[in-house]
DNA sequence: CACTCGTGTTACCGCAAGTAACATGCACGT
DNA sequence: ACGTGCATGTTACTTGCGGTAACACGAGTG
């Protein structure tokens, strides 16, 4: 006598929910990621206590918005490493789309990468890292995954992929970061850049003259 | 007439301004980056306002002893940048400091990169990355700096070198931020792993039976 | 018709950032 | 000796946000 009842209004309930995230994602868009329960509220035409019945709280919502926008950005990332090329065209492709992606809506990037996600009260168990960007740590997961199941690493080949995973996806971002601040170069000069750091053009360039290299 | 009296000031003004850095020191250290500024002010011995006369704002505090860590670390990767090695073995000492030092003191590590700096009031004139930890934007362009002046990488040397050091300062960043939480390895391998990634075994590496390697 | 349940509201609490206005100690010129 | 600056310190306040309690309406059900 519930599960069908249960099921209709659930949906209403997560149609609501999605207006509401539509909603809150518009204020972000608009006011970085300090926008106000209250202008959340007000964006979606409702007050206060319904977001907080709908997520909890402040860091529900976030979450909740994190977890779209990673979603999507994760999808796009697939599809650039899975496309049929080589390594290295794979690699320079899928820096391409992350790249593409924070350029495109650098209000949204910010947001996910920096969530503020202090308060004043309770739960302040942190363990370093607990609290840093769960964007990075999905996309560096998910890039360990794909180059362990890939690439022949030898022994602790799973170690040194998550190792790469992480690190790989941090180049990524601080890169990113960086050029998205100052744009010092096209976005292929970037990309090409990032490609050669990763190719060992580190290891290979020789030293200056003067003295020992770097 | 007022030179010199000035510098008497200046120095006790100095001294306190030191010493309520190090109270603040102290309560981030032990509450972690939403420390408030009456928890502060009650470290130091005084009230609020006398926070506010010297640093101006909650930004103001958080950037002086930001700034002071911040060189502090800054000090030690030149050191280890700096020793007489070959490349690899500098690459590896540089990486080994960082994670040691964000090892020893992860409460400040976090500080560091999640200055929390949130308010209600003005100034959000972002330019997307003007938020992001300093930190990382100070330690890339010092790496850029001596890759340039060091390696010899034909034209393009300086764009290059600065992708180079922020990116490879991401990598170490995001990696070091996904160990300090998982404690997969222990730090040689992590530096181990890390340097490999650098010195080119990405592409190096071939493919696994069953298709074209990422 | 009473009953409940989901949806919505107003009005409030607690807390932290930041400020205004008042008090006090100490060096100075005359 | 005495007022005059000036830095240092205080209490008490305002503002604004996250979060909650208590009340109010509308629809389906015995």
Redesign the pocket.
């Known amino acids: 006598m519930d599960t069908t009842?249960r099921t209709e209004?659930q949906r209403?309930?997560d149609r609501?929910r999605r207006e509401l995230l539509e909603a809150a994602d518009r204020v972000v868009l608009r006011d970085g990621p300090?926008?106000?329960?209250?202008?959340i509220?007000a964006e979606a035409?409702?007050?206060?206590?319904?977001l907080?019945?709908h997520f909890?709280?402040?860091?529900g919502l976030y979450a909740a918005l994190a977890k779209r926008h990673t979603d999507a950005l994760l999808d796009s990332l697939r599809a650039a490493l899975d496309a049929p090329a080589d390594r290295r065209e794979r690699v320079e492709a899928t820096l391409d789309t992350y790249l593409a992606a924070i350029e495109a809506r650098p209000q949204v990037y910010r947001f996910l990468m920096h969530p503020s996600e202090g308060?004043?009260?309770g739960e302040q168990g942190f363990d370093v890292g607990k609290h840093s960007a769960p964007l990075l740590r999905r996309m560096g997961e998910e890039l360990a995954q794909v180059i362990e199941d890939r690439l022949d690493l030898g022994p602790g080949g799973q170690r040194l992929a998550r190792v790469w995973g992480h690190g790989i996806v941090g180049m990524m971002h601080a890169a990113g970061d960086w050029w998205l601040g100052e744009r010092p170069c096209s976005r292929a000069e970037l990309v090409r850049s990032l490609a050669d750091l990763l190719w060992g053009r580190l290891a290979a360039a020789g030293d200056k003259i003067g003295g020992p290299g770097f």
Chains 1, 2 share one sequence.
């Open positions: 009842q209004q209403s309930a609501r300090q926008a106000s329960m209250n202008a509220a035409g409702i007050t206060k206590p319904i907080y019945r909890g709280d402040k860091g308060g004043q009260g």
